[in-house]
Nanobody
Framework: QVQLVESGGGSVEAGGSLRLSCAAS????????MGWFRQAPGKEREFVAA????????VYGDSVKGRFTISRDNAKNTMYLQMNSLNPEDMAVYYC?????????????????WGQGTQVTVSS
């Protein structure tokens, strides 16, 4: 059974930090890329960041560059998202996703497996 389980969401004040985790298990294939997306009420799912599982390559959405850092721990099959300098525009449900393909890192349609999401709330 494939599982991507996010954790680490919560409520913070503007300027604060949170660290999200995504634990992966049961994936039937060798993952090529994993990513973080977010979705606020009434908005489309937005790309946040992604990385490759086997080589050191990352990509970030423009709105989070310089504030968020994506990383992984291969031994623990876990991906992280360190979020600093949070602002109310970052408030959303954050999802992790995984896929075996190498295309379209920023397009949610190219990710096969998804977690259930974790809420991030930022108060001003």
């Amino acid at each position: 059974q494939v599982q991507l389980v996010e954790s680490g969401g919560g409520s913070v004040e503007a300027g604060g930090s949170l660290r999200l985790s995504c634990a992966a298990s049961g994936l039937p294939f060798r993952v090529y890329k994993m990513g973080w997306f977010r979705q606020a009420p009434g908005k489309e799912r937005e790309f946040v960041a992604a990385l490759t599982w086997s080589i050191d390559s990352t990509v970030y959405g423009d709105s989070v560059k310089g504030r968020f850092t994506i990383s992984r721990d291969n031994a623990k099959n876990t991906m992280y998202l360190q979020m600093n300098s949070l602002n109310p525009e970052d408030m959303a449900v954050y999802y992790c996703a995984a896929d075996r393909g190498s295309l379209a890192w920023t397009n949610p349609k190219f990710y096969e497996y998804w977690g259930q999401g974790t809420q991030v709330t930022v108060s001003s």
